[in-house]
Nanobody
């Protein structure tokens, strides 16, 4: 199995940027598809972005398209979520997730992932 640790969250003003990182250990990260999810207070966890194991395919929730970019560096066993033009409604705990997949798929559904990090808080002030 793989262990995931997120970092890079914090407090930022609206319009600002943050880059989240997801460090993987335990197994070869390049065998895993990866996703980012978020959960705001009082709301269900929702998909933000997902990327295939080789980085060739990615997809985003409509609410973040054009503002967020998902990427990965398999040599460093790390995934990233670059968040630009942040809005107060982006405030949430952000989680990375991983699932074994060598077929080049990506997943935007929570139940497709077996491995989760502990989350990192992102707060966007208005």
């Amino acid at each position: 199995q793989v262990q995931l640790v997120e970092s890079g969250g914090g407090l930022v003003q609206a319009g600002g940027s943050l880059r989240l990182s997801c460090a993987a250990s335990g197994r070869t990260f390049r065998r895993y598809a990866m996703g980012w999810f978020r959960q705001a207070p009082g709301k269900e966890r929702e998909a933000v972005a997902a990327i295939s194991w080789n980085g060739r395919l990615a997809d985003y929730a409509d609410s973040v398209k054009g503002r967020f970019t998902i990427s990965r560096d398999n040599a460093k066993n790390t995934g990233y979520l670059q968040m630009n033009s942040l809005k107060p409604e982006d405030t949430a705990v952000y989680y990375c997730a991983a699932e074994v997949n060598s077929s080049g798929d990506y997943f935007l559904r929570e139940y497709d992932y077996s491995y989760w990090g502990q989350g990192t808080q992102v707060t966007v002030s208005s």
